[in-house]
């Protein structure tokens, strides 16, 4: 945990409360620098990357003897005094060739890191494109192909993914304008050629293909236009080296989410068209041979069964009154009936 600084200026604690923790946190910056060797064509892929990604993003110019893998702390020192959760760190050496390492922080610890590996005979950069350049801070399509990108155990594959997609996703909106929507980044990944894959080694990885196409919309003469895609650049070929898998605890604490005062959802309650509110309950099964109902005369069984034994066709005139007398009961003398004189 960071240790707990009590500003003193109200510049301070402005900067103070911009960097603690929220329930909707801001955009994640991008920092890039790069070692004490790296290749040209490593500086322009990280310059394309750095244009593409211009205002949430710094960039260093000078040398830093830095190893991302063997030592970490140089680059978290960066990333708490600058303020950035993702860093691009530029190399290049005998063993690994125009690398550049993508590194994510939380609570400003390393938390992941990953090495592309840039082919240097495919690079394009975006001036080799004579097409129209997308405005600065566009927020891009993103589209992943490729069975490499499903894994459902978490490999350098869906590391890449999540990584490239942190990278390009700017800041959060819950609207869309269609008239934003300029360019898309599509990043593909070959098919495995043989199922026995060293992997230490780079070279029997799949290829990952990064390219950027700008989305232009022409008449059709119906109601939704043409599309077309025109190649913007950059155009990158990466092969995955190193990864560093998070710390299961750190992971877990990334992906919390605060408890906020919204009401939650209950259960088995709605509201109608209307706004009555309407509740369902979930009761066991029902033995409805015990249930208590009104008990009436005309449903007592002893009249039933007396009806069933008795039938008026078979039976004498002179036998009349005294059944009806046992079914029906002695008739009970009213006070109308008796008369005095």
Request: aromatic content about 8%; overall charge positive.
């Amino acid at each position: 945990m960071l240790r707990q600084v009590k500003p003193r200026t109200a510049r301070s604690k402005r900067a103070l409360e911009k960097r603690a923790p929220k329930v909707n946190e801001n955009p994640k910056t991008a920092l890039f620098l790069r070692g004490t060797t790296c290749s040209q064509v490593t500086q322009d892929a990280m310059q394309d990357l750095y244009s593409l990604r211009q205002t949430h993003a710094k960039r260093f110019h000078k040398k830093n003897p830095v190893h991302p893998f063997e030592d970490a702390s140089s680059l978290t020192f960066f990333s708490e005094k600058n303020d950035t959760s993702l860093i691009l760190f530029g190399s290049s050496s005998k063993k690994r060739p125009h690398t550049i390492t993508f590194c994510r922080t939380f609570d400003y610890k390393m938390l992941d890191m990953l090495e592309f590996y840039l082919d240097p005979e495919t690079f394009r950069s975006i001036a080799q494109f004579k097409t129209k350049k997308v405005p600065v801070g566009t927020k891009p399509l993103m589209v992943f192909a490729g069975t490499a990108f499903e894994s459902p155990v978490p490999n350098a594959f869906t590391t890449a993914k999540s990584m490239l997609i942190d990278f390009f996703r700017g800041e959060p909106s819950d609207k869309i304008d269609v008239e934003g929507l300029q360019y898309c980044v599509v990043v593909s990944a070959d098919e495995p050629t043989s199922s026995s894959t060293d992997p230490s080694d780079p070279s029997t990885k799949p290829t990952l293909h990064l390219r950027a196409y700008l989305i232009r919309t022409k008449r059709s003469g119906q109601k939704l236009p043409r599309v077309e895609v025109e190649e913007h650049g950059p155009r990158m070929d990466f092969r995955l080296g190193r990864l560093q898998q998070p710390d299961a605890d750190m992971l877990k604490e990334a992906m919390r989410k605060p408890k906020t005062n919204e009401e939650r959802t209950k259960k088995n309650i709605s509201m109608d068209s209307i706004g009555d509110k309407i509740g369902r309950i979930h009761m066991g099964k029902l033995d409805l041979s015990e249930l208590q109902t009104r008990k009436m005369k005309g449903l007592k069984r002893s009249r039933d069964v007396v009806d069933e034994d008795f039938d008026d066709a078979d039976m004498p005139m002179e036998g009349v009154k005294e059944v009806s007398d046992r079914i029906v009961g002695p008739r009970k003398k009213k006070a109308r009936d008796v008369v005095e004189f």
